[in-house]
């Protein structure tokens, strides 16, 4: 690599770690205001919440469950004060299978659920939602919920109209004031319609609430659809729901019901019939649920808030350890090029060769990091393949080697015929690395990390235990003799976001990314630490067939010199100028006219005083208010064929336009190399 490349390098991790210092004062600023409005949204939320954790108990594993999380509508809507650390059992141990039962699917399945569900102890009745909190290792439900027992009674009320009106519908339709009575004890929104769709019945809640959507007040024997005036949006909507209670159905609908979109609504039908089955007509009840819709829609917002912030600090941590690791890399190519110096001046030139091999691994390796970074940040598909993992680790055991130091040894061993899996090499290595990380973290004073690969097979009891089929699997094991973890801790350790480390050290993802990683490949991980002794990462990978894929070493072949007929010209947009100057003397070196530029008006303006080009080959990210596609537009509006090439530092998706590519043009990855570079303009210039 020559120093003009190794300055570009430098000022390239320069941009990076200031970019790296910018994002972690924005994730300050915006973690401070965002659990200041986390913290004040969970305490005022009228909807009772609590997360809760299940332990195994006398009555058996998982019988049992301690809360661990409570807001103040907890005792509100339960009845229940200071609920935190408080047991299942010793709350209310008449009811504890009941609960368990109910939260334990959840937690076994993983599927939310919702149901409605009377309290023994306090006789309120409540609305319940659901689900798991994290992968099933973590044990832990969240629970959202509401008392709804004024509801609830009213249903209950109505029922017991709908009887009394099934024994007495003859007086009751006689006397409507009796009726309008009946109706009025319910604190629903209560309709009652015959056949033909006029009032029989309405209350005063109801009244008034048609009156604030539609600027009428409904009276007994009035046509509801002239009522409702012109809205036909809600007529079309609402008419369709009482004739299916009006043909014998009962239902509930909910929704925004009402000239108002803020106003939701939720609706229950039945049909109302006399004492022979004959049908009378229908009714309704309904509750005004816009504040439970809009808390709703609130803790989304307030997730989706918190979502932003853990990925600001994601992409933070995530960039300094890609700062980290390039400087290792950089150190690499460093010494090397000065080793390389020392024998060239000791006219050692037979020792040359291994060195610039190992300044090249090196900047590939930088190159793969960063394009590791730009696939977590689009959260780019899985791309498996037949992988000899032994194959693998031996060949990023350097890299191993220089990120955890010289205090801390590393062994690897495998079983002699060790079988292939099918997995995305390179999230693979990630992984990998991570789990290294994490030991050579835990080694404050030195040790031994051990990378392990062995075949196993899982009977169907074993496989049960690990939630996976009975069969062929390669268990992959990473382990340390460091300070290990605390059962508490240890059973946290794959939770998104959770770190035993100081603020700006870590962001918690590694182990819940690896956890990720191997679920999506078909796979399980385990932990196991001692306080004291050290912690194992079992990574079990389902044994794949099919021949392994062969891993492409970096092409070494020179470039082939040859004389392009015609002696194209090529115009070259590139504003780093030690790349600009190694590319314009590698294409004029094959015989090509090059002329080259460091933005895109330069070029443009080179271009009215000059005869069309061959081919553009210019970089994306461009100073001069013009990136790399608007100057192709540009040139390609006055030569709509010219042959267009872009070398970028992002991925290929960076040169899409609309989500195309257009016809004539090609893409190449920063860094690449000379040769690739000579080919693809080749294949562009032919083509």
Known sequence: MSSRELLALRKQLEALQQRNADLEAALERQQDHEQDFYRFLFDTMDEGFCIIEFFDGPHGPLSDYVHVVANAAYAKHAGIPNVVGQKLREMVPDEADHWVARYGAVLRTGQPLHFEQELVATGRVLSVTTFRVGPLEKRQVAVLFKDVTERRNAEVALRQLNENLEERVSEALASRQLFAELIDRSRANVHVLDTGLHWLAVNHQAREDFHSLY????????????????????????????????????????????????????????????????????????????????????????????????????????????????????????????????????????????????????????????????????????????????????????????????????????????????????????????????????????????????????????????????????RLSVSDNGQGMSAEVAARALDPFFTTKRMGQGTGLGLSMTYGFVRQSGGQLRLHSVLGEGTRVDMYLPHHNAPEATQARPSQRAIELYSPAGGQRILLVEDQAALRIVVCEVLEELGYEVHAFEDGPAALAHLDNSPCPDLLLSDIGLPGGLNGRQVAERCRQRYPDLKVLFVTGYDESAALSDGQLLQGTSVLTKPFELAALAERVRQLLQG
């Not at 460093?334 to 060239?344: G, I, K, N, S």
């Not at 394009?371 to 890299?399: K, W, Y």
């Open 215 to 474: 600027g009428q007040y409904p009276e007994v024997g009035a046509y509801m659809p002239t009522l409702m005036g012109e809205n036909d949006t809600d007529r079309d909507l609402i008419l369709p729901l009482w004739q299916r209670a009006l043909a014998g159905e009962q239902f509930t609908e909910s929704g925004p019901f009402g000239v108002d979109p803020e106003r939701h609504f939720e609706l229950h039908f039945n049909t109302l019939r006399d004492q022979q089955g004959k049908t009378l007509g229908a009714y309704l009840f309904a509750y005004d649920i816009s504040d439970r819709v809009h808390e709703q829609q609130r803790l989304a917002e307030a997730e989706k808030a918190l979502r932003q912030a853990q990925k600001m600090e994601a992409v933070g941590q995530l960039s300094g350890g890609i700062a980290h690791d390039f400087n290792n890399l950089l150190g690499g190519v460093l010494t090397a090029q000065e080793l390389m110096q020392q024998r060239l001046a000791q006219a050692r030139y037979d020792e040359l060769l291994p060195l610039l091999e190992l300044s090249s691994n090196s900047a590939q390796r930088a190159s793969s990091l960063v394009h590791r970074l730009l696939a977590f940040s689009r959260q780019q598909t899985l791309q498996p393949s037949s992988t000899r993992v032994e194959t693998l680790i031996t060949g990023m055991e350097e890299l191993v080697r220089r990120t955890i130091g010289p205090s801390i040894t590393l062994h690897s061993r495998f079983d002699a015929d060790l079988w292939p899996t099918f997995i995305d090499p390179p999230q693979l290595e990630s992984a990998l690395l991570n789990l290294c990380i994490n030991a050579r973290d835990a080694l404050p004073d030195g040790g031994a990390i051990e990378i392990m690969g062995e075949n196993i097979v899982l009977d169907s009891e074993q496989g049960n235990e690990l939630e996976l089929p009975p069969g062929d699997y390669l």
